[in-house]
């Protein structure tokens, strides 16, 4: 049926003497995101050759190489999410609309901000957890536990015989050492979200290289591109991370998030090729080339763009499996942090020192929901974007 609508057709609307490219087209974000890399690198500068301690002296804050990154990724995140969403604003309204009528899609956005922001700011509202004795073993508030064989027991809140029943001081119960359960989970969060969105900017950046250089010019390029990734599939990051933390990089965050970004792309690049194939040859691709814009306009500008919901859907996916990886890892003690891991909590909550796990449930209780909820609410989130920036994919 023909369109009815008056409005003159957006193609129309194209600025043809911007398709050809040149210096014209260096727009401010893109002057903002050097001027804020460049920022980065001469804090990084400062802090390593006039303050090796602390950078930020009344922040208390010894900004350490993992910090470097996460900051980097931060300002990728800002440029290349946030800032275009901020920019075309009637882009954004219709996304915002789209994504209300899904309420799996608004309850998964819910938990990432929530995730987002704990992460960002939850360690120093609540504080870390600590180890207190005292107060070892407590349930969480409306529960309680026979403390009967307990040695050497003492219960914060209202005993009742042998059972101590939980309190508001500790909602979500305490360790066998005395750590604050839902403070465990807040610095885990903390650690999700530098682990994921260091390593997801590291991925995005190679993966959407590779895969659009193999998808657009084809040919030897896709070839040697495409083989290169057959060959690093072959060697799981996991191996490469153990060998390489144990020789040189230690068992820390850094090492997980470099590792596991320069390494694990593979997949991603392999979506992002296979969008790029049936991009290019797209009417609006093909009418810049006409135009006279170079390789790397169209890419920037055309290619790429339209290949968003492929990238995002793929991070989604990507994101729950590196924090789980990190979880495994710290159970298995193959990777430290600067406070209590989960995964080393979830260890020690299935030993049977001082009782069986299942008599203090909550310690391995609330982690496994908290991991559970976090993968389930990522590959949501992943699955609405999908449906939301390329309706054609939606899947009734």
């Known amino acids: 049926m023909p369109s009815t609508e008056l409005e003159s057709a957006k193609f ?8 050809s ?3 014209r087209s260096v727009r401010y974000r893109s002057v903002g995101l050097v001027a804020a890399l460049l920022l980065v690198a001469a804090l990084f500068t400062y802090d390593y050759v006039a303050a090796p301690r602390e950078l930020f002296a009344f922040m208390d804050w010894d900004v350490t190489r993992m910090d470097w990154l996460f900051l ?3 300002v990728l995140f800002v440029r290349y999410a946030l800032v275009p969403l901020a920019v075309s604003r009637e882009r954004s309204s ?11 899609g608004v309850l998964s956005l819910g938990y990432i901000l929530f995730f987002g922001v704990m992460g960002l700011v939850g360690p120093e509202w609540f504080g870390l957890a600590r180890v207190d004795f005292y107060a070892k073993v407590q349930p969480p508030v409306f529960t309680s536990v026979n403390t009967g064989n307990i040695r050497a027991y003492n219960c914060v809140g209202k005993v009742a015989g042998n059972q101590c029943h939980g309190t508001w001081q500790y909602p979500l119960g305490t360790t066998r050492v005395g750590e604050d359960v839902a403070k465990v989970i807040v610095y885990a969060i903390r650690i999700g979200l530098k682990l994921a969105l260091s390593a997801a900017m590291i991925m995005v950046v190679v993966a959407t290289a590779v895969g659009t250089a193999a998808g657009y010019f084809g040919g030897w390029v896709d070839d040697v591109l495409m083989r290169y990734v057959d060959v690093q599939q072959t060697v799981p990051a996991i191996v490469v991370y153990i060998i390489l933390s144990t020789m040189y990089l230690g068992k820390g965050l850094f090492a997980l998030a470099l590792v596991f970004g320069l390494l694990d792309w593979g997949g991603i690049a392999r979506l992002v090729r296979s969008e790029v194939l049936q991009r290019r040859t797209d009417g609006y691709v093909r009418a810049a080339q006409a135009a006279g814009a170079s390789d790397l306009h169209v890419v920037r500008k055309h290619v790429i763009p339209n290949s968003t919901a492929t990238i995002v859907t793929a991070l989604t996916r990507q994101i729950p499996l590196l924090i789980l990886a990190q979880v495994a890892l710290a159970y298995l003690k193959l990777n430290s942090v600067a ?11 299935l030993s049977a020192n001082p009782v069986p796990w299942h008599q203090r449930w909550w310690v391995t209780g609330f982690i496994t929901l908290f991991l559970v909820v976090t993968v389930v609410s990522f590959n949501v ?16």
């Open 72 to 74: 980097v990724s931060t």
């Open 94 to 104: 219709t996304y915002v609309r789209e994504f209300v009528r899904r309420p799996a």
């Open 21 to 23: 490219g040149g210096w």
């Open 339 to 349: 406070f209590r891991s989960l995964g080393e909590v979830l260890m020690r909550g």
């Open 381 to 396: 989130f992943g699955d609405v974007v999908r449906d939301v920036l390329d309706p054609q994919e939606e899947v009734a």
């Open 12 to 19: 129309t609307s194209i600025d043809w003497s911007d398709e």
